[in-house]
């Protein structure tokens, strides 16, 4: 006991002598330098200190050090860690690096605060400083850096608007800036006045250093033309991110034009529509093609139809199987979706029909032809009668006329003069819209009498034209007894009186005949000169 004792009073005795006088005067260790960390987690990096006073220390040793916030208060919960914690032969201006790792406590605040650093600094003549050294800390409360996110069009990259059927692509970078792993809950949305048509939630780990969270969001044909937005939502409990954009959706396909063939067409004959794309796309569209009559439907087909990128002219094949005012309407769809709806008019006409033909024979060789005509159309339709009457090859009455003729059943009345006792055939057209409506037949008109040498010139007369009259019934037309009676008695007069001239007259009676005109000269009323005549002793006067 008793050696244990001097040795440790000669312990004692020896540190009293060697320890050196300490000097009130406090000295500052400057550095440009800042610590970053995240609370609850730590932080490693350098710093170089600078011996700013004017001594020269032999030693330095790091002792201690405490955090401060912004109003002087100290912070407890960090903890530091030195390395070297003793330096030598730091003279003055000199800089020295140290490294360090720093934590802060999870249950501070963000914000900036103060480190103070205390060194003992001994000179050569072992004169003790306290050396302090101040460096701004940064406490950073979450340890996410959210980057700035960006969205596009998968399909065409640089689209202000998107396609049905297209993908939009939204992604940002996110840093993690401590050294654990930190869950982030991620959501994106797609929808406009409270209407969804896309969402997706999902718990993603980020680790230390930089990460990528990626959403595609596939735009569906459900989702009608307009404007949408798109939210993209990082967060997690020590900060959060969100993103918006707007995006118009179009189909990509729209109807521009309609263009028509014909307003007017015939029966059966076809009308044509044109419809005027414009697309961005490749894509086989349905097409529907109804026709109304008035608001009956006539007609209804379907087809698909392939549209390439750019401007598309489709044909339209139209319904003109019945005579009216026809509407058609052509629409355009995709997976059930409207692209583009139009409607044309037109008017389908029919020929005009000859339903009906007869004929009345007056006694006078007169045969009016009476003329039934249908018109199966709405509106009135010009159409031209020709007809020709002829025995066996000779042509007896040809001539043609035009008229207007109304909806409904009409009637037409043509007189002609034709000869008598003549086998005749006749034949009618009418001809409207570029086809004809023939009606054809025979008829003998019966002399007046059997015995008359000599029949009535062959004579045609200008058509007459009547419409809306009744029709008659058609026969062969005959002489009656009391016209034949009194041609007879006329013949018979007509004899008498050539009769009675032949026998008064005398047969010897010579004839007065005109005399002659006398021949004159072609010289015309000439006197020829007299002979000149000579007398004698005529050239004096006469005496008296």
């Known amino acids: 006991m008793r050696r244990r004792a001097v040795r440790m009073l000669l312990v004692l005795i020896l540190m009293i002598s060697v320890i050196p006088l300490v000097s009130g005067q406090y000295l500052t260790f400057t550095t440009p330098d800042s610590i970053r960390v995240v609370k609850g987690d730590y932080s490693t990096g350098t710093l170089s200190l600078t011996n700013a006073g004017g001594l020269s220390f032999k030693i330095v040793s790091y002792q201690d050090f405490w955090v401060e916030d912004s109003n002087g208060d100290i912070v407890p919960g960090f903890t530091l860690i030195v390395n070297p914690r003793i330096l030598t032969a730091w003279a003055s201006h000199k800089t020295y690096t140290i490294s360090y790792n720093i934590s802060a406590p999870g249950t501070i605040p963000g914000g900036t605060y103060v480190l103070h650093m205390k060194f003992w600094a001994f000179t050569n003549d072992n004169t003790m400083y306290v050396v302090n050294a101040r460096v701004p800390v940064r406490v950073i409360a979450g340890a996410l850096q959210f980057g700035i996110a960006q969205s596009y069009i998968k399909e065409r990259p640089g689209s202000p608007y998107v396609l049905n059927g297209e993908t939009i692509v ?14 982030v809950t991620a959501s994106v949305t797609f929808g406009a006045a409270g209407t969804l048509y896309f969402k997706d939630v999902g718990n993603l780990t980020m680790v230390p250093g930089d990460n990528v969270v990626r959403f595609s969001v596939p735009i569906g044909y459900n989702v009608p033309p307009g404007v949408y937005t ?74 698909s139809v392939v549209v390439h990128g750019g401007t598309d002219v489709i044909s339209v094949s139209l319904p003109t199987g019945i005579p009216g005012n026809i509407t058609s309407e052509i629409l355009l769809s995709y997976a059930g979706r409207c692209v583009g709806s139009k409607n044309v008019s037109y008017t389908v006409l029919a020929p005009l029909i000859l339903s009906n033909l007869s004929y009345v024979a007056k006694t006078s060789g007169e045969v009016v032809f009476t003329l039934r005509i249908l018109n199966p159309n709405e509106v009135p339709i010009d159409g031209t009668i020709v007809y020709e009457v002829y025995s066996g090859g000779d042509i007896i009455s040809k001539d043609s006329v035009g008229a207007n003729f109304v909806p409904g059943s009409t009637s037409t009345k043509v007189t002609l003069k034709l000869p008598m006792g003549k086998e005749l055939s006749y034949e009618f057209s009418l001809i409207s819209l570029g086809e004809a409506s023939t009606r054809k037949g025979s ?70 005949r005109r005399p002659k005109p006398k021949r004159r000269s072609p010289l015309g009323r000439f006197k020829p000169p007299k002979a000149p005549r000579f007398r004698e002793n005529r050239e004096l006067p006469k005496k008296k």
């Open 170 to 183: 939204v992604f940002s970078h996110v840093v993690n800036r401590g050294h654990h792993n930190v869950s």
């Open 443 to 512: 008829l003998y008109l019966q002399p007046p009498t059997p015995t008359t040498t000599s029949s009535l010139p062959s004579t045609s007369s200008t058509p007459t034209l009547a419409s809306n009259s009744t029709a008659v019934s058609s026969g062969k037309g005959s002489g009656s007894s009391t016209m034949l009676l009194v041609i007879l008695v006329v013949l018979i007069l007509v004899g008498i009186g050539v009769a009675f001239y032949y026998s008064s007259s005398d047969g010897d009676v010579k004839r007065r």
């Open 230 to 303: 798109l939210n993209y939502t990082l967060s997690y409990p020590d900060g959060s991110y969100t993103y918006s954009r707007n995006f118009e959706v179009k189909l990509g396909v729209s109807m521009v034009a309609v263009s028509l063939k014909s307003t007017r067409v015939k029966v059966g004959q076809g009308n044509t529509a044109y419809l005027t794309l414009l697309s961005e796309r490749d894509i086989t569209l349905n097409m529907t093609v109804t026709a109304y009559k008035g608001s009956t439907p006539v007609r209804r087909e379907s087809r």
